[in-house]
């Protein structure tokens, strides 16, 4: 029998003892064993905060993000494998791609995102400068960095690969080395994605280990600067947050937990509407997909009192065209449970909800299954039961089978329905369905604040949805009480989570030196030549321009109004102008400003500088009026290399001034700059 391993301190250990049977979900062989005993915790807390923190360390945030398109790219090279194994743990193939290739996709997306919208520096600035001082000699700046501790990833047995990537990407992308620790029962699949991992070569040592089977003592070695992100049921985060040890050093702990999620129907979604049968639709796929082992799987259907029959029998038809059985079998749509105590638990958490709802559809104790044996494999039948007073009866707003489960629960105003909603305390996803907007705005108002994730549906948006359950790598998913209190991923949100914010105080030229951009009042530098003859590597953040000045007459502006079109009255009428509170008369336009100050900074002649692609945070803060003279102030802000394109993105400050010394433009240039390094790639 395949004994799991675990990798500490870059190297594979076999534990000796203390082993737990993992089995075959299907049919109820064992498929190994697993065990963390003779783990040494405290060494691997040690090897991750000197070997891997040193080695991310050195990395850019685009460097780490390159890493992880890497790493994606090498385990798409494997999915095969992946795919294979996955099958035992229940999963049918769309099971298998939500977890594996949802996995993969998110690391895909983090080193998109990291590339697109952080530094290529280890510093994240996180907002604006604040001015705080008078004449600007004493800026302000909220930056994040690395943490300089270890990520502890605790995750649920129910999305082994996705689970672990989708903590992963974000925490090596913020420079923090992480510790994987798998839910026992489906931990065989997450050691072979992690072996394969390790097989890339791609991830620096030190930055990744792996423990399969116990914790140990772990979580109470851990620091200030360390962090636990936790994936499971309520009562176990709960538990392991509330630890001596995690209190007293204010370790961040960042639960997700299951919650009883609901989906709303609202009283215009009447069943000759698409809306109706969108609802019905994602309540079953809910429910059958991973056999409704989801911590977003919708638990409580929430519909209007008179729709409740027709909701309940169309349904049940859906559930009943559903085949149940072996994965690896053609037409099976539903596996089993990722493992007997599962199903043990599921039935016992729907006897308890039968004490208080009506039994609708399927039989918690009995299944029909195709190419499998039901008393071997962990099957169970999807169950829909009716709550038919959810105002009085809260037992389905307390309690969760985490599998096939649904109740329906009817209500008679919005205000009812948000109520019921409400009453999940607190959850990771709810979805509303109907055409009516304003009913969707109601009730999105009366429930957001409990929510981590509102899905809202109609015929418009149903069909490139992205489904109820579907947590997304550019979304935020967690959610407030019950769910957890935490938040992952939500783009570059999730990265903060493995940083420390931080308020910087200094002079602009401190400030500029030590994020790489270039801050307002900071010293610069007089370029050796024009800025726009150097390569991309010649640029320094700092280096700055004053041009030619240029003195604004009348026959520009009507010159500019003919070639445009734009013929505002501020631009043409004298008088007109003059009653517009903010002016004195006739104005330039602000976008002659624009093309006015291109003529007077740009170098003509070819030369390193391959493309203007736009401007950012564009102002005009003073009006222009004829016989103005302007000048323009033009420095290197920001550098952001494209590694293997032949290319930087630079971003360059520009402020447009008077003859009074005024700032009467102000915006951001961003251009692509050649490499003198390396070969520009089409």
Known sequence: MNQLKSYAKGQWHTAKEGFKTCNHAINGQAIAQISSAGL?????????????????????????????????????????????????????????????????????????????????????????????????????????????????????????????????????????????????DTAYLTELMFQAMIDSGVLPEGSVQLICGSTGNLLDLLTCQDVVAFTGSAATGQYLKSRDNITKNAVRFTMEADSLNCSILTPDATPDTPEFDLYVKEVVREMTVKAGQKCTAIRRAIVPAELTDAVAQAISKELAEVTIGDPTIEGVKMGSLASMAQQQEVRERVAELQQSCELIYGDPNQVAVTGANDEAGAFVSPILLLNKQPLVHHQAHDIEAFGPVSTLMPYDTLAEAGQLANLGQGSLVGSIFGQDDDAVCELVNRTAAFHGRLMLINRDSAGESSGHGSPLPHLVHGGPGRAGGGEEMGGIRGVKHYMQRTAIQGSPTTLTKLTAKYMPKAATIEPPTHP???????????????????????????????????HFYAHMDEDAAARNPFFDGRVAHGYFLVSMAAGLFVYPDEGPVLANYGLDDLRFTEPVYPGDVITIQLTCKQKSYRRGKGYGEVRWDLQAINQHDEVVAAYDILTMVASNSEPFAE
């Open 40 to 184: 040494d915790f405290s060494g691997m807390l040690d090897y991750a905060k000197t070997t891997g923190q040193a080695a991310l360390a050195k990395m850019t945030f685009h460097e780490r993000a390159l890493m992880l398109k890497e790493l994606a790219l090498y385990l798409t090279s494997r999915k095969k494998e992946f795919y294979q194994l996955s099958a035992a743990t229940g999963a049918t193939k769309l099971d298998s791609w939500i977890d594996i290739d949802g996995g993969i996709g998110t690391l895909f997306v983090y080193s998109g995102k990291g590339r697109r919208e952080m530094p290529d520096h280890h510093i994240l600035l996180d907002g604006p400068p604040e001015h705080i001082s008078k004449n600007g000699t004493f800026l302000a700046q909220h930056i994040c960095t690395s943490l300089q501790g270890v990520a502890i990833h605790i995750n649920a047995f129910n999305f082994p690969c996705w689970g672990m990537l989708e903590k992963l990407a974000p925490s090596l992308l913020g420079g923090v080395p992480a510790i994987v620790k798998p839910a026992s």
């Open 532 to 566: 726009f003859k150097l390569h991309y590597e010649e640029l320094a953040v700092g280096q700055a321009i004053t041009t030619a000045s240029r003195e604004i007459t009348l026959g520009d502006i009507e010159a500019f109004a003919d070639l445009s079109g734009d």
